[in-house]
Structures are given as C-alpha cells and as structure tokens.
C-alpha cells in the first residue's frame, strides 16, 4: 500500500523511493520529498539546489506514488 503522508520523521531512504505527483495534471512533482499529504494535497519538496519550496494542489489533489529511482 502507498503512503499517504511522508514527513521528516521517516528516513530520507525511505523518502527517496517515492515521488509525489499531482492530479490536475499527473505530473511530477520535482524535487526530494520533505513531507507531503495526500489528505491536505500539500507538500514540501527539495530541489536540486537545496531550497526547499512548499506546494499546495488541494485536499487529496497530489498522490504518493513509488518513484522510478
């Protein structure tokens, strides 16, 4: 079963293995996961340079998914 919320709680080995995409537009969204809900829709992603950027697609607009890493 995918997650459905990933926190900084949770190793980042585990987060590694997942990627969250959104549902409006099925795309990735890009980055590291630092948290993210699937209830809230909101998550907080790390990006290549190291900012972290907070995004907000709704309540249950974005989904866990096993990233292809």
Partial sequence: MLPQKLTAVD???????YKVVRLDTHQDVPGL???ASVETGTCMMRAGSGEAKEYN???YGLR???GGR
């Fill in 33 to 35: 996961i630092l948290s």
């Fill in 11 to 17: 190793p980042e080995s585990d987060r590694r293995r």
């Fill in 57 to 59: 697609f709704g309540p």
């Fill in 64 to 66: 866990i998914v096993v």
